[in-house]
């Protein structure tokens, strides 16, 4: 593996945010996830939890509801408005107000032909999806206390809600309430507030409400079958598997809890629900809770999305880190430069230094320069940053949100300070996804929200737009790009698509190249050699290959991996390879990093044997030194961390630049947990 001095970085104060509703799409098996500032992360659930995509929030728009019809994700809040996504571009597409003030709740039919809205005004509105766009049907009759809940029957004729002290059964063909439920009260002047609802197909309705109580009653007649007092304090989500014969709930208390319905002893009963087991995964309210058919999905307050494993089916609960799988730190190699990239404003770097040459095996090196911070820079109108970049010469800064693309230049004369914004961008220049400076600064090559990449020749007074590559004719149509890279040489441009294809682009004939052979996993990290024309892809599956661009082929190297095959152990890894490298110093070495760890591969070692125990740093170093030779292969990986950001080398491939933020550091800012009362405190 060789030696490194490693820079720790610990400063990057990034705070992710609350989720506050999840939504499941079936036919792909993705899940979205909204956060309390707006935004919308989509998982990929068969692609090991890779984060396809991110729709950046805004400051007036909140995310209290989703549901997916097909590929279309609608999504509604507080501040009145429907809206669907552009997919693609990752924006807006339209909106359509709720003719009734803030949404709290949402929900489609079995059909995904009509989404029902409860509003503030305690009103239950249809709106019908067609092919364009959502279209007002009609409203339901309106009640006195606003829809908290709702929920449809399969049939599509029966809709449930629920309220503040009611449950209603709606004939969905009249807007007329058939049933009303009475929810009892604890305290005579306190309502109790039915938080979540969901109606069988036998016409049972279970509920959670403020009192922590889930209850079980009959859709028909209205009485109570069962009442569960599991919970100390307001239920607040419930979800139902797709058999229906299992039900779970969480809530402040962060609990999450399963109820299994067992069979009656006489034929034709209902039969009853029993409390199964508890699961603590959170550490505060669990405000969103979704079935997906292998998993139950949760997550609140505490910001991580978890996923429990429905049954014995062999997989292992997920905890799915807050943090974004994008890169949101980066380096100036040559400057010695740190860009952090937060929601709405950068902060630039300069690294700290040490006089040491050399110290202990994973001792500490006295710091002769502190790090300093260079730059505070804010976004206009508190807009959310969806990409940035900064020059290896650290004079360069840009970034994109989902409008503008803005350059600014910091100026190496002594004694100036000023930051310098370009404001002659060409008009041509489109929003960005992904940007990157090529190594000599020159140019700025964006990856836009249309799935093409532009090439920006960088200039304080009169930056000009040099070409746009548009993705081969053989696309079908233009996707996502999910990763950008430039070759040292600025000579190759790769973008990766999250429809599995990678694109090369020749820079100086602005041709495209090559197209890599697709493979059936998207890719989540892109690195060129620093000296040869080689390729080092990584997908979500944790399969890697290295490609000659300029043959259009597998390196040796790659080959003969994919002949031996990479061992069972890596492939098993629950976290996305977020980041790759090679070594300037070493470029034999291959760096490899996640959220969890990181690894180093030595293409001149060994593979290890498919079936021989695949044994990381940590361990190697424990065993007998003969022993440790015998088991040393090719793949050196150092766990350890829970929250790696960002791992990288500096320019002359001896030190390396590891960004981590403690959890700990997260969590002590969230606010307090429901108090509750422990054995012998």
Not at 111 to 138: K, M, N, P
Not at 246 to 258: E, F, N, Q, S, Y
Not at 362 to 389: E, F, W, Y
């Amino acid at each position: 593996m060789g030696e490194f001095r490693l820079h720790d970085v610990r400063f990057f104060r990034y705070m992710p945010k609350a989720i506050h509703s999840i939504a499941h799409e079936q036919t792909t098996n993705r899940v979205a996830v909204s956060r309390s500032d707006g935004s919308i992360e989509v998982y990929s659930i068969n692609d090991n939890w890779y984060q396809e995509k991110i729709i950046c929030g805004d400051a007036g728009r909140s995310v209290e509801a989703m549901v997916w019809v097909g590929q279309r994700l609608f999504s509604a809040g507080l501040h009145g408005d429907i809206i669907e996504y552009d997919m693609t571009k990752l924006i807006p597409k339209y909106a359509v107000d709720s003719y009734g003030g803030a949404v709290w709740c949402m929900a489609v039919n079995s059909t995904q032909s009509s989404i029902a809205v409860g509003s503030e005004d305690g009103c239950v509105r249809l709106f019908e999806v067609t092919e364009e766009e959502l279209s007002y049907s009609r409203a339901f009759k309106k009640q006195e206390e606003r829809i908290l809940s709702l929920s449809w029957h399969e049939s599509g004729e029966v809709l449930v809600t629920g309220s503040c002290d009611n449950i209603r059964v709606w004939d969905v063909a009249t807007g007329l309430p058939t049933l009303r439920i009475k929810v009892e009260r604890l305290v005579r002047t306190r309502e109790t507030i039915v938080w979540c609802v969901a109606i069988l197909r036998d016409f049972t309705i279970v509920s959670g409400d403020s009192l922590g109580k889930t209850r079980f009653w009959n859709g028909k007649h209205g009485t109570l079958i069962q009442s569960h007092h599991c919970h100390k304090a307001d239920v607040l989500s419930l979800c139902v598997s797709k058999d229906e014969t299992l039900v779970w709930t969480a809530g402040v208390d962060p609990k999450v809890i399963r109820f299994e319905k067992v069979a009656g002893k006489e034929e034709g009963s209902r039969g009853s629900w029993v409390r199964h087991n508890v699961a603590n995964r959170h550490t505060h309210d669990v405000r969103a809770l979704v079935m997906t058919g292998e998993y139950v999905v949760s997550g609140g307050v505490d910001m991580t999305l978890v996923a429990m494993p429905v049954g014995k089916l062999g997989k292992q609960s997920r905890n799915i880190l807050p943090f974004p799988q994008r890169k949101l730190v980066h380096v100036a190699q040559t400057a010695r430069r740190l860009l952090f990239q937060y929601q709405t404003r950068l902060e630039l770097w300069q690294l700290g230094s040490t006089a040491a040459v050399s110290g202990m095996p994973d001792g500490r090196l006295p710091i002769t320069q502190q790090p300093v911070s260079l730059l505070d820079l804010k976004t206009k109108n508190m807009k959310q940053i969806v990409c940035s970049a900064v020059s290896g010469c650290g004079t360069w800064v840009a970034y994109g949100d989902v409008q503008h693309v803005r350059l600014f230049h910091l100026p190496k004369e002594e004694g100036v300070k000023v930051l310098q914004r370009v404001r002659c961008l060409p008009i041509d220049l489109q929003p960005a996804h992904h940007m990157v400076f090529t190594h000599d600064a020159s140019k700025l090559v964006i990856a836009t929200n249309q799935g093409a990449v532009q090439m920006l020749h960088v200039d304080a007074v009169h930056p000009v737009l040099v070409h746009t590559f548009l993705p081969p004719k053989g696309s079908v149509h233009p996707t996502t790009i999910s990763a950008l890279t430039v070759s040292s040489d600025s000579q190759w441009i790769t973008a990766a698509h999250l429809d599995c294809s990678v694109h090369v682009y020749d820079i100086k004939t602005r041709k495209h190249q090559c197209s890599l052979p697709k493979h059936p996993s998207p890719v989540s990290a892109l690195t060129f050699h620093p000296t040869e024309p080689w390729l080092m892809v990584v997908h979500a599956s944790q399969q890697f290959f290295e490609y000659n661009v300029s043959e259009s082929r597998y390196t040796d190297w790659s080959r003969n991996v994919q002949r031996q095959g990479l061992h069972q152990e890596w492939l098993k890894r629950s976290e996305v390879v977020t980041q790759a490298a090679y070594n300037p110093a070493n470029p034999t070495q291959i760096l490899l990093q996640d959220q969890r760890m990181f690894c180093v591969i030595d293409k001149n070692k060994k593979l290890p044997k498919l079936g021989s125990t695949f044994y990381s740093r940590e361990k190697l170093m424990k065993l007998d030194p003969a022993v440790r030779e015998e088991n040393r292969h090719a793949f050196a990986v150092c766990r350890g961390y829970r929250a790696l950001l960002h791992l990288s080398f500096l320019e002359d491939g001896a030190e390396l630049v590891a960004v981590e933020r403690p959890i700990k550091a997260v969590t002590d800012k969230l606010p307090p947990t429901l108090s509750q009362k422990r054995f012998g405190t």
